[in-house]
């Protein structure tokens, strides 16, 4: 069992910057892949960015250059950095998880199966 709380949302204006947290709890987390969705009103949940094992970022081609994901083991915690928002990047944030023995960086959500309850992201022009 995999718990997720994510923090850190708010609004924002145009140019903007944001920094999400996702404390993560679990029974041997160091089996854990973890990565950041979005959800827009209307719109399916979409990968944002992730890290394999290997430690390379993936990320999607809308946020490149922007976000940057980044974790701190000793907190157990999963961080996404948000500069020059865009009002395209309003939607509510989610923390992903699944327990396995290589983490790919996937951005398919069907990889997942832990979710956190969200943060909303609000950035206005």
């Known amino acids: 069992q995999v718990q997720l709380v994510e923090s850190g949302g708010g609004s924002v204006q145009s140019g903007g910057s944001l920094r999400l947290s996702c404390a993560a709890s679990?029974?041997?987390?160091?089996?854990?892949?973890m990565g950041w969705f979005r959800q827009a009103p209307g719109k399916e949940r979409e990968g944002v960015a992730a890290?394999?094992?290997?430690?390379?970022?993936n990320y999607a081609d809308s946020v490149k250059g922007r976000f940057t994901i980044s974790s701190d083991n000793a907190k157990n915690t999963l961080y996404l950095q948000m500069n020059s928002l865009k009002p395209e990047d309003t939607a509510m944030y989610y923390c992903?998880?699944?327990?396995?023995?290589?983490?790919?960086?996937?951005?398919?959500?069907?990889?997942?199966?832990?979710w956190g309850q969200g943060t909303q992201v609000t950035v206005s022009s």
């Open positions: 679990a029974y041997m987390i160091s089996y854990v892949c």
């Open positions: 890290t394999n094992s290997d430690g390379r970022t």
């Open positions: 992903a998880a699944v327990y396995s023995s290589y983490c790919s960086g996937s951005l398919s959500r069907r990889f997942y199966n832990y």
